[in-house]
């Protein structure tokens, strides 16, 4: 593994992996529509529709003015962060012209903000991905015309997954540019079983991101492409648990061709520490390993204050600098330009 780079004073100490900005101007293109996905205004904010079944209320200025971002996130002692838009970020389930539209606005929007704070907000590109090439298309223009600095890529494509052969020459793509894909869960266990229990954003949520992974796994992609940089979310979700009882059905043949032990695929990722049980970090500990692991909060669904306490409570003194802000030098270029190679 590559060392990590030494510290300078110019380098941000701390740095969040995981922080959501929900743009006004993508929220404001979803007013006057008759059906979901659509926003409503809320006192200073709005709520947003994505389904008759899952409402966001985006109404506190926390969710969609950048300002007050930037500010809770000084306030929180974190240096800078890799932005992306979160639930609306996920276009997949539209036609493909609009897909293409709202991925644009979204992307336009991140490069603003990037303008607008130079070194302290660092965007994902967002990816038409239900068709190949418009999703190679907008790539490029996100870190070549926009200077984004990495790619969200959902836990699913409308349901579908993210392994698809199709999808290979976008990952073969990325790989090339030395960009890391920031993987985050989306809409996936609306059933009968999940639904009416509100249960999909607290475990749905994790599992989306663990399939999602294994299938880049056993279908033999992270083989394909050694030097594709993939971050899996929330310490893993279920994978640290449920890494030895996949070890035992590759070794019963499951997956032919997948012939190193599953945990020599989770450590060639890297991981984000949006959690806040230590039981779950030490398990992570154990199984990954803390220097695969990059600082996050969530924000603004969760507290970024809350985030930086419990990692400098919870991370081992020896790793904390690296977690909180050195590891992900490997991943992202927090000066401008393309991300490291």
């Known amino acids: 593994m590559t060392a990590t780079p030494p510290p300078d004073a110019n380098e941000p100490k701390v740095v969040d992996c995981q922080w959501h900005w929900h743009p006004t101007a993508f929220l404001e293109a979803h007013l006057g529509r008759s059906e979901p996905p659509r926003a409503t205004r809320s006192g200073g904010g709005f709520i947003y529709e994505v389904s008759a079944d899952e409402v966001w209320r985006f109404d506190s200025p926390r969710f969609h003015d950048l300002d007050t971002g930037v500010a809770r996130m000084h306030h929180a002692g974190i240096d800078a962060a890799v932005v992306s838009p979160s639930v609306v970020g996920d276009v997949n389930d539209r036609e493909l012209a609009e897909a293409k539209e709202l991925s644009l606005l979204l992307n336009e929007e991140l490069s603003k903000a990037q303008g607008r704070f130079p070194g302290v907000v660092h965007g994902l590109a967002v990816l038409p991905l239900g068709d190949t090439a418009a999703a ?20 699913n494509v409308a349901g579908g997954s993210i392994a698809d052969r199709r999808l290979w020459p976008l990952y073969e793509e990325i790989e090339r540019l030395g960009l890391t ?15 009416p229990f509100n249960l999909e954003i607290p475990i749905g949520y994790m599992f989306d991101t663990s399939f999602a992974t294994m299938s880049l796994v056993v279908s033999g992609l992270l083989d394909h492409l050694p030097g594709l940089k993939l971050v899996h979310p929330h310490v893993g979700g279920a994978l640290p648990f449920l890494a030895g009882r996949m070890e035992i059905y590759r070794e019963k043949g499951f997956w032919p061709g997948v012939d190193r032990p599953i945990v020599d695929y989770l450590r060639r990722l890297w991981f984000d520490l949006v959690c806040d049980e230590g039981e779950a970090l030490e398990l992570f500990g154990r199984v990954v390993g803390f220097d695969r692991l990059l600082f996050s909060s969530d924000y603004p669904y969760w507290s970024a204050s809350k985030g930086v306490e419990f990692a400098r409570r919870a991370i081992p003194a020896e790793h904390l600098e690296a977690v909180l802000g050195g590891n992900v030098r490997q991943l992202v270029n927090l000066h401008g330009g393309a991300s490291p190679r």
């Open 136 to 155: 190679l298309e907008a790539l490029h223009d996100a870190v070549g015309r926009l200077g984004l600095k990495g790619v969200m890529i959902p836990g």
């Open 181 to 195: 894909v920031f993987l985050h869960p989306t809409r996936s266990f609306r059933a009968p079983t999940v639904t």
